[in-house]
């Protein structure tokens, strides 16, 4: 008599019906391997704990490692240089090419190493809850830690369209524990991250990060909403307010800029932490999950993240205490880029499905200046929030890694270059066409440093940028009296309620001038640095509504 095990695959393949078909013309070996086509998180739990070393936490999450790399490749990523899509991508370190031999190669190879694997895991979802714009995704991966991953962050469909799934729009093919030849023409490591999108493929070898993945979708639908479906992309987290209100609120920004922070709001429903698409009709989250950031966490600073680490969830190379099997999330002896991922149900003002049917009131876009000169908050107009959209500031603190001694600027082009595809005007151009069509208003909030840079001053108080968000959110910001910040040009409020007057404006609060001009001018010569990489690609009335050195 089959056991339980067999009996389960049997029912697994056989749901598979015609799309067998697939895997055979694709070079699977079926009389040799088992496909778990979108199998029960119980099941996936079980043969995790069974085959990869992973063990489950006291709260009921699943802790595994991704062994060597403990995030993502930039350097390995590669996209294949071919006819259908070569002139639309903003080729350079960002996005390096790769002939398509080289990646048909790396395909085979990482095919032939899934064909030695008992298991094969299979998981197909939908990137975009919007149906008019999402694409159907499948998953084929080696560990069933990677198929949890993506049954988590890709949105999970009903068992009706599981079964009318047909077939998929992009394919990934996960053979992460199985190396890439450095030898072969292009690698110039064993890891290789390769989109094809001629194929509508990616393929993965030498990294088990499951990052890899999502990013890896993330930079597909950058290119495919803008070229195929003319939305707009965007690395960014939304909310909107509940009843008759109900305003959207897109906030961008860099890691530790408190975009998940501030995003996450009592008094509004959180559409997505992470990735959206702002489409003609309003905005929808690409993702079925969220991915957090685990280092510190407690329930206490964060506890929508920490009471979502339950059944279901993943904990991905975080430490635990093998007596009660707690994790330990101060730990960072793995990585400091410890995570969490779960389904974005799991959060309790998550709004199900993730779309917003309006246009977005209010743009937020967050720095945290460590040299303490940019105000707290400044309006944008249209012009200068396309700068600032492309340059994407903000900047990295003493101690945050090894070697910086004084505040370290990052420029990461639209709040997300590793993972965009297209020349940052692109996008740059539909944020402001979007921004006027839906008289959106625009914000620069600096989360950094007022009295002085750092060291010297200290950091703007969360209550009083919570305050900031909540005069946008009742409309009295857009009503206040305004005046002109120097170098910048940017206009900043003489009074916000909560916030004392005397911070908005920066040089009132450094008690050294001298040493804030200094300062000021210093930044302002950093933006025209970094905004000049772009500029030759965007219209020259963009660069006019940034810095002006005296």
């Given amino acids: 008599m089959p056991s339980r095990q067999h009996h389960d695959e049997f029912e697994t393949n056989q749901f598979l019906g015609k799309e067998l078909q697939y895997f055979s013309q694709a070079g699977f070996d079926l009389d040799r391997i088992h496909i778990k086509r979108n199998a029960p998180v119980a099941t996936l739990y079980e043969d995790a704990i069974m085959n990869e070393g992973a063990v489950i936490s006291s709260s009921g999450a699943l802790i595994n ?127 290789s991250v390769e989109v094809n999108f001629k194929r509508m493929e990616m393929v993965i070898l030498g990294t088990e990060y499951a990052g890899e993945m999502k990013k890896g979708i993330f930079s597909v639908m950058h290119y495919l909403q803008p070229v195929k479906f003319g939305q707009l992309s965007l690395h960014s987290s939304a909310n909107q307010a509940m009843g008759d ?39 929808f989250n690409i993702e079925g999950g969220c991915y957090a950031k685990c280092i510190n966490l407690s329930a206490e600073k964060e506890p929508e993240i920490f009471n979502a680490i339950r059944f279901g969830s993943i904990l991905e190379n975080v430490v635990y205490n093998p007596a009660d099997r707690k994790p330990d999330y101060d730990d960072v002896s793995i990585t400091e880029n410890t995570r969490c991922a779960y389904p974005i149900e799991f959060i309790p003002n998550a709004k199900i499905p993730c779309i917003a049917d309006r246009q977005p009131s209010n ?88 009295g002085g840079k750092f060291g010297t001053g200290k950091r703007c108080p969360l209550k009083y940028t919570r305050a900031i968000i909540d005069a946008i959110h009742d409309g009295s910001l857009a009503k206040a009296e305004f005046e002109t910040f120097p170098t910048f040009n940017l206009a900043i409020p003489k009074a916000v309620n909560g916030v004392p007057s005397e911070i908005l404006h920066p040089a009132r609060v450094w008690p050294d001038q001298d040493a804030f001009q200094f300062e000021l001018q210093k930044l302002a010569g950093m933006f025209q640095r970094a905004y000049s990489k772009y500029e030759a690609n965007i219209d020259p009335a963009i660069k006019q509504a940034g810095p002006v050195l005296a």
């Fill in 65 to 191: 490692f991704s062994g060597k790399k403990t995030g993502r490749s930039p350097k390995d990523k590669r996209i294949v240089y071919e006819e259908t899509s070569k002139d639309h991508i903003w080729w350079g370190p960002v996005n390096i090419k790769m002939d398509e031999h080289t990646f048909e190669i790396n395909r085979e190879r990482a095919i032939d190493y899934l064909n030695t694997r008992e298991n094969v895991y299979v998981f197909d979802g939908f990137a975009g809850w919007d149906p008019k714009y999402r694409i159907k995704v499948r998953v084929i991966a080696s560990r069933a830690y990677h198929a949890l991953f993506m049954h988590n962050m890709l949105i999970r469909p009903t068992p009706e369209e599981l079964a009318n799934f047909g077939q998929p729009d992009f394919i990934i093919y996960n053979a992460g524990q199985f190396p890439a030849n450095r030898f072969t023409a292009g690698m110039t490591s064993t890891t």
């Fill in 245 to 283: 209100k109900d305003d959207v609120t897109l906030f961008f920004g860099l890691s530790g800029t408190g975009k998940t922070t501030l995003s996450a709001d009592p008094h509004r429903v959180l559409i997505g932490d992470d990735e959206h698409v702002w489409s003609d009709t309003g905005v």
């Fill in 363 to 450: 743009i937020v876009m967050l720095t945290c200046d460590a040299y303490g000169v940019l105000p707290p908050v400044s309006r944008l107009t249209p012009e200068q929030a396309s700068y600032h959209f492309v340059a994407g500031y903000t900047s990295k603190t003493p101690g945050t890694e090894m070697g910086i001694v004084e505040p370290s600027p990052t420029f990461s082009t639209c709040y997300g270059q590793p993972f965009i595809i297209l020349h940052p005007g692109v996008y740059a151009k539909m944020l402001a066409e979007r921004m006027q069509r839906a008289n959106a208003n625009c914000w620069l909030i600096n989360t950094g440093w007022t």
